[in-house]
């Protein structure tokens, strides 16, 4: 059973940076393709960012440039380093393996 479990959210102010962490057991990050969503108040879940067992790396238009994904094999971790944080960012922040099943999530909020 895959479990998953979202550290590192919090209060940053505009233009801040956060490095969110997502610690898995009962599958390898390296073996799987792994990906960060959000969901907004009021919004539906989306994507973010998703990096493939190969290591390549994509993310949704909003956050481009912005944000970084990656894994940690040994420590069987994946992060998410967001820079340029905006409020439109505010969102709880969940990782998965793109299957069924979601961990308690992160809170992030954008604010001055």
């Known amino acids: 059973q895959v479990q998953l479990v979202e550290s590192g959210g919090g209060l940053v102010q505009p233009g801040g940076s956060l490095r969110l962490s997502c610690a898995v057991s009962?599958?390898?990050?390296?073996?799987?393709?792994m990906a960060w969503h959000r969901q907004a108040p009021g919004k539906q879940r989306e994507l973010v960012a998703r990096i493939t067992r190969g290591g390549s790396t994509d993310y949704a238009d909003s956050v481009k440039g912005r944000f970084a994904i990656s894994r940690d094999n040994a420590k069987n971790t994946v992060y998410l380093q967001m820079h340029s944080l905006k409020p439109e960012d505010t969102a709880v922040y969940y990782c998965?393996?793109?299957?069924?099943?979601w961990g308690q999530g992160t809170q992030v909020t954008v604010s001055s």
């Open positions: 009962g599958i390898r990050v390296s073996l799987n393709t």
């Open positions: 998965n393996d793109l299957k069924p099943g």
